[in-house]
């Protein structure tokens, strides 16, 4: 069930997970809506074995494939992880029981046990002190008992008691004994304290007041249980319900045994043929019985599944495996478990499902002929409540069945009349004030039956057509409207018995009502509503989706009408038009103001004023003035929204009966509309922070859980730990969110990127009024990151301030360095160049001598001047080139090395090959590096072509980091051995390498001449 309140306000919808189907189950006289939860929703097994429910409300679920929490919403599995302490144990959980301080006891596959702290989940390992081989070889269970003693029982050898102390289940610490020879298989405590042990030889009573054992052949306390199942071996199961019904099961060599024994009347009885009997002797066994809060006691086992009948001798199978929705399928019951909202939860080797009769309280009936067992699925069309209290439902295609107030079927004459009539196409019903019942049939036919003379009366009228009568409705006056599946509108005078056709819509009629002042109001299906004056049959006003705003319906397809009060009528046209004859004005109630679903069927006004709705959603509940909204669905006992139109009646007890596409939905709006409910705290389930969970409970310990600055991405999951009704969740992020969010479908609270600040995430639901429940909440720090703090910006401001003074101090070192280097170059282009003058100013005065006397060596002298005075303007060249700042990039090195090698071609007449890599290009050398890097390749040259010959010269220049290399190489040219300008270029060469840290390796044989030339940069 939900309930709104403007702005749509949603209590108690159905958890959303589930839902696969809804069995008749006419063994049982009632209807079970099953709620499913398999592998397709999270569960790591469709084996379940075990269920428990913790003090929050989590339900844990043990299966064959491990352990696992259930928020309603979402699972949580806990893993084995290998050499990790602190993890559970891999395999299969057989049982879980849940003990008084909180810890969740599970028994393992291979007979581990330990426990998981419920609030922190962390896993407890407790050692079993008994030989490793009598675990391999024994059977057992887990039991608690009412002093909270936890025991774990083995089959045949004993009971283990956990020892507090010790941190270990141990055998010194008994708290019964058992007769000599009596090897234990079950234990059980009442509420006297009393112990219950089964044995392999009997039943045995251990009275822990008088310290005594009472037994076959030794009944100290002369107790009659004990005698009455005397004859009884290998009890595997003993326990006293409610009434003081004591059951026992036992499985001696002639097969299972079940028998109950009733105090009160000293009976016993043997329940194992009466219940193979109910399942049609299908082979089972019995894994339990469970009696619930309500009394009634549940069977559980292999191919069982049943409950207890009302009369109490007798059970009532579940069937299992039927089609459809809500249906339950097993092979087998494992385990039936009660929580505290009074769900059952049925563990079974198909998933789990849940149900809870006291929940539902929507009952689907069933419809069957009295003193048959056959149930009948034809349309219910119509449902009215005679005057002497008999409930007569009409179908389409099984004509009349009739019930008693509580809706069993009763013998009765207008049904009985009905199948001799043979009129099974019946649409409506109506009782005039004198009695006699009408009905409207297929094909315009009219049957009328008189209780005063018991007969049955047959009217085809031709003023019908042929036409199906499809509603009957009585004026003031006593004359009856009729209304047709053609649309027509026709009036059956009283006075004169006669019919007469008043209007005809064409088009369908699904209801007519008469109003307090006595107009009849028509719904059609295509052309909206007709109000009509039956005095003189005229129309008073005509109700359609056209006119001006507040006056128009919002559809013209309409399915029924209602009187709400003196002025207020509901139509039901995609969702309520709520028209006010007063002031001729119309107020519509939709999706957008809370409806479910705008697809409403049937209309219904109760006692306290909730307008009650058959819908495509379910059954919904609105009171327009307190502008409350509920509905009720599947998990309340809606079984069906299959309704059909025209079919819903308010009885007079208050109940309210609904026609479906199978049978009748019957409830009291007393029992179901929750007035003043309480809200539940709203629990924080799960935390993800950038994806990735973390420990809810751990943070939940923390004043203020702090965060990353790159941990701003939060999903926070959120649920009220309620499983058959649950309320609307709301939260609020105070620090960003200005008002409460409504969580969406899978109550996650979710936030990106939050930015740096202190928040307070809370979380609450409301109730029927709007107002808040109790909160929950934490709170966050996302912490600034460090670019974005003060003294980070003092700190960037000091650093810009100290990179600043470092770069401008290092660049006027380099400008100063670099100034040193040009001065350095400068100073020994004088040097070269003063040196250079004066030898030329003497070979011009040795020549200028030798002129006349020798003019061949004045010659000589000239050509001397000659090439030092090229020399000279070329060492002056590469100075200028050197210093001048333009050329500082390697670029133009590049180039530079180039325009070398083409003058060397065309000053030789030879071939110089320059291949440069293109790395090297991206280098950045000092200018003293390049202005010797092209020193050095000049003399190179020079050596090889001027000096040696060189017809053809290869240069390769590249760069393999961290080495820059300059390879030249020439074919056929070798060093002279002796001392010449070669020797003397090598020498410059190598002395000029070594200033810039470079290395030169020259090899030179007959093959030709190879220098290298090796700098690191």
């Not at 028998?259 to 089972?284: E, N, P």
């Not at 309280?361 to 002497?388: H, N």
């Not at 960003?736 to 740096?756: M, V």
């Not at 100073?827 to 061949?856: C, F, R």
Request: glycine letters at 8%; proline letters at 3%.
């Amino acid at each position: 069930m939900t309930t709104n309140q403007f702005p749509l306000f949603r209590l108690l919808l159905f958890f959303s997970i589930i839902i696969t189907g809804i069995p008749l189950l006419a063994q049982t006289g009632g209807q079970y809506l099953f709620s499913h939860l398999g592998t397709k929703d999270g569960l790591i097994s469709n084996n379940i074995l075990s269920v428990q429910q913790d003090p929050k409300g989590y339900i844990w679920l043990g299966s064959s494939a491990g352990l696992q929490r259930y928020d309603g919403k979402r699972f949580i599995s806990f893993r084995h992880k290998a050499n990790t302490p602190g993890t559970i144990f891999d395999g299969a959980v057989h049982v879980l029981q849940m003990d008084t301080k909180g810890r969740l006891w599970i028994l393992f596959g291979g007979f581990r046990v330990g426990y998981m702290n419920t609030v922190d989940l962390s896993f407890h390992e407790v050692p079993l002190q008994v030989h490793p081989d009598i675990l391999t070889r024994s059977k057992g269970g887990l039991f608690i008992d009412n002093d909270g003693n936890v025991m774990v029982v083995i089959v045949g050898h004993g009971v283990l008691i956990y020892n507090e102390e010790k941190k270990a289940l141990i055998q010194d610490q008994q708290l019964f004994y058992l007769p000599p020879k009596w090897n234990v298989l079950y234990i059980w405590q009442d509420n006297l304290k009393n112990y219950w042990i089964g044995c392999d030889s009997g039943l045995v009573k251990f009275n822990t007041q008088r310290k005594s054992l009472s037994y076959r052949g030794n009944n100290i306390d002369n107790d009659p249980v004990i005698h009455a199942f005397s004859d009884l071996e290998k009890v595997i199961f003993a326990y006293v319900d409610k009434t003081q019904r004591f059951w026992i099961t036992s499985w001696p060599i002639t097969g299972l045994k079940i028998k109950s024994y009733d105090a009160g009347t000293g009976k016993t009885l043997v329940w194992q043929d009466i219940i193979g009997r109910s399942i049609q002797g299908r082979y089972y066994e019995m894994y339990s019985i469970t009696e619930l809060d309500d009394g009634s006691i549940w069977f559980a086992g292999l191919n069982l599944f049943a409950k207890l009948n009302t009369s109490k001798t007798g059970v009532e199978p579940i069937p299992a495996n039927l089609p459809g929705e809500y249906s339950i399928r097993f092979d087998g019951v494992s385990r039936v478990f009660e929580d505290r909202e009074k769900n059952i939860w049925v563990g079974t080797d198909k998933g789990l499902f849940r149900f809870n009769p006291a929940g539902q309280r929507f009952k689907a009936v069933a419809l069957r002929q009295y003193g048959k067992d056959s149930i009948y699925t034809p349309d219910v069309t119509d449902i009215l409540e005679m005057k002497d209290g008999t409930i007569v439902a009409s179908t389409w295609g099984n004509g009349l069945f009739s019930f008693d107030k509580n809706f069993n079927p009763v013998k009765s004459s207008i049904a009985a009349q009905s199948l001799k009539d043979r009129s099974g196409m019946v649409w409506c019903l109506h009782q005039r004030s004198n009695g006699d019942v009408w009905r409207g049939d297929q094909g315009g036919l009219i049957f009328i039956y008189h209780p005063k003379t018991n007969t049955t009366e047959k009217i085809h009228s031709p003023v019908f057509g042929n036409s199906t009568i499809r509603q009957i409705t009585e004026d003031k006056n006593g004359n009856l409207w009729f209304g047709t599946q053609r649309g027509d509108v026709i009036k059956w005078d009283a006075l004169t018995n006669k019919f007469s056709l008043v209007h005809q819509y064409e088009t369908i009629i699904p209801r007519m009502i008469v109003d307090k002042n006595g107009d009849v109001w028509v719904a059609t299906e295509v052309n909206g509503v007709y109000r009509i004056n039956t005095n003189n049959g005229s129309i008073i006003r005509h109700y359609n989706s056209k006119g001006s705003a507040g006056k128009r319906l919002r559809a013209d397809h309409i399915t029924d009408i209602v009187q709400y009060n003196d002025s207020m009528f509901i139509i039901a046209g995609n969702g309520l038009n709520i028209v006010n004859v007063k002031n001729d004005s119309i107020f519509h109630v939709t999706t957008d103001k809370g409806l479910t679903t705008n697809d409403i069927f049937n209309l219904l006004v109760d006692k306290h004023g909730y307008i009650w709705m058959a819908t495509a959603f379910g059954i919904e509940s609105y009171h327009p003035e307190k502008r409350k909204m509920s509905s009720y669905i599947a998990s309340d006992g809606v079984h069906t929204t299959s309704f059909n139109t025209g079919a819903a009646t308010l009885l007079p007890n208050g109940k309210i009966a609904i026609g479906t596409a199978h049978d009748i939905l019957v409830f009291d709006p007393d029992q179901i509309t929750i007035i003043n409910y309480k809200v539940p705290e709203v629990q924080i389930t799960g935390v993800s922070i950038m994806n990735r969970s973390v420990s809810v409970d751990s943070l939940m310990q923390q004043k203020t859980v702090k965060l990353h600055y790159n941990q701003n991405s939060i999903i926070i999951d959120l649920s009220t730990l309620t499983f058959q009704n649950t309320y609307p969740i709301y939260y609020m992020l105070e620090g960003l969110d200005k008002d409460w969010i409504q969580a969406g479908e899978n109550n996650q609270a979710i936030y990106t990127y939050l930015p740096p600040g202190t928040y307070t995430f809370k979380t609450a639901s409301k109730d029927e009024n709007g107002k808040l429940g109790p909160a929950t909440s934490i709170k966050f720090q996302v912490q600034a990151p460090f670019w974005k703090a003060w003294w980070f910006y003092s700190l960037l401001a000091l650093i810009a301030g100290a990179l600043f003074f470092s770069f401008d101090k290092q660049r006027m070192q380099r400008l100063k360095k670099e100034q040193e280097i040009r001065t350095a170059i400068a100073g020994n282009l004088h040097q070269d160049v003063s040196t250079a003058l004066q030898n030329i100013n003497v070979l011009s005065e040795i020549a200028s001598i030798k002129a006349d006397k020798q003019p061949e060596q004045s010659k000589e002298f000239i050509h001397q001047i000659q090439q030092k005075s090229r020399s000279m303007v070329i060492a002056m060249n590469d100075v200028l080139w050197s210093i001048d700042p333009k050329n500082d990039s390697m670029p133009k090195t590049i180039e530079r090395l180039h325009e070398v090698a083409h003058a060397m071609q065309n000053r030789h007449a030879v071939t110089v090959e320059v291949q440069t890599d293109k790395n090297v290009s991206a280098l950045n050398l000092s200018m003293k590096i390049r202005h010797e890097l092209i020193i050095i390749y000049k003399l190179a040259l020079m050596m090889l072509v001027e000096e040696l010959g060189s017809k053809k010269t290869i240069v390769q220049f590249d760069y393999d980091k961290p080495l820059l290399h300059l390879r030249v190489l020439s074919a056929g040219i070798e060093l002279p051995k002796t001392d010449t300008p070669a020797s003397k270029h090598i020498l410059e060469i190598k002395s000029r390498a070594a200033a810039i840290n470079a290395k030169v390796h020259v090899q030179s044989d007959g093959k030709g001449t190879f220098l290298m030339l090796i700098i690191r940069v």
